[in-house]
Nanobody
Framework: QVQLVESGGGLVQAGGSLRLSCAASGSIFSMYDMGWYRQAPGKQRELVAGITGGSSTNYADAVKGRFTISRDNAKNTVYLDLNSLKPEDTAVYYC??????????????WGQGTQVTVSS
């Protein structure tokens, strides 16, 4: 079982920046593929950025060049740096951890979410 705790959300003006953090419990954090998702009111949850255990990254087109995902395995933490924020980035941001192990299969874990609000 993995527990994920997000922090760093808040209210920011358009063009501003925030750093989201997601702290994970457990001793095999480096094996997890991690991701940040977001869900705006009335919309489906969508992938924002992902980072594998090997630190390969991928981004949604809407955030490429503005957001950066990174991880610190020594601290069991994944980060999302949000720059040049736009009002359309307003959403609840969720941290996700995925691992697939022999005999156990795939396990998916979610944090409770952190609100990001961008004012125009």
């Amino acid at each position: 079982q993995v527990q994920l705790v997000e922090s760093g959300g808040g209210l920011v003006q358009a063009g501003g920046s925030l750093r989201l953090s997601c702290a994970a419990s457990g001793s095999i954090f480096s094996m997890y593929d991690m991701g940040w998702y977001r869900q705006a009111p009335g919309k489906q949850r969508e992938l924002v950025a992902g980072i594998t255990g090997g630190s390969s990254t991928n981004y949604a087109d809407a955030v490429k060049g503005r957001f950066t995902i990174s991880r610190d395995n020594a601290k069991n933490t994944v980060y999302l740096d949000l720059n040049s924020l736009k009002p359309e980035d307003t959403a609840v941001y969720y941290c996700n951890a995925v691992i697939t192990l022999p005999l156990i299969g795939r396990r998916d874990y979610w944090g409770q979410g952190t609100q990001v609000t961008v004012s125009s």
